[in-house]
């Protein structure tokens, strides 16, 4: 059974940082991209960003409104993505989902919040 | 950035009974490597999102076949023919042809 199981989310002030986890199994970890979207309180779906799988080199997207603050990544050896966040903004504030994509988001993760307040 | 627009923003309907949500992209959507990476999703509160369709027309796994997708292009919609309860909630279109990946403003599906 595929499953995504997400940690790491929190209180944190204005200007710091976080890291989201998004711990993955049931699936070759490692051929699928992962992607990151967030939800901010009563708002829709915002994409986040996107890291390829190892076949296409795990290379990285951004959303522009991310872009230069928040790095994603991934450990194939022990499954897991990362959503690294610094220089946190209170407009960060959301939900956060990790999803599996392989041509469609398919699997989600139960989402992480994410509360950016002083 | 891919523009994408959902209409209505809120369906009321009657238990039984179809519904209709369309959403239109600001340029195609269709990929060089010839797919249209048009995916629509369901979110009931507090819960994460659901694929339902992916590449326009084809039902997830396990998904019930009162759901129906259709579209090229710019132009799509995704039918309910016959809206039960567990249905309820908001139904989101996707694109994933180009990056960013942009999501339509949502549909709110309620009973009336």
């Known amino acids: 059974e595929v499953q995504l199981v997400q940690s790491g989310g929190g209180l944190v002030k204005p200007g710091r940082s976080l890291r989201l986890s998004c711990t993955a199994s049931?699936?070759?970890?490692?051929?699928?991209?992962i992607s990151w979207f967030r939800q901010a309180p009563g708002k829709g779906l915002e994409w986040v960003a996107f890291?390829?799988?190892?076949?296409?080199?795990?290379?990285?997207e951004y959303a522009a409104s991310v872009q230069g603050r928040f790095t994603t990544s991934r450990d194939n050896s022990k499954s897991i993505a990362y959503l690294q966040m610094d220089s946190l903004k209170t407009e960060d504030t959301a939900v956060y989902y990790c999803s599996r994509y392989g041509g469609r988001p398919d699997y989600w993760g139960q989402g992480t919040r994410v509360i950016v307040s002083s | 950035d891919i523009v994408m627009t959902q209409t209505p923003l809120s369906s009321p309907v009657t238990l039984g009974q179809p519904a209709s949500i369309s959403c239109r992209s600001s340029?195609?959507?269709?990929?060089?490597?010839?797919?249209?990476?048009l995916s629509w999703l369901h979110q009931r509160p507090g819960q994460p999102p659901r694929l339902l369709i992916y590449k326009i027309s084809n039902r997830l796994s396990g998904v019930p076949d009162r759901f129906r997708g259709s579209g090229a292009g710019t132009d799509f919609s995704l039918q309910i023919s016959r809206v039960e309860v567990e249905d309820v909630g908001m139904y989101y279109c996707m694109q994933s042809t180009q990056f960013p990946h942009t999501f339509g403003q949502g549909t709110k599906l309620e009973i009336k």
């Open positions: 890291i390829r799988g190892k076949p296409y080199g795990e290379t990285t």
């Open positions: 049931g699936f070759t970890f490692g051929d699928f991209a």
């Open positions: 340029q195609s959507l269709v990929h060089s490597d010839g797919d249209t990476y």
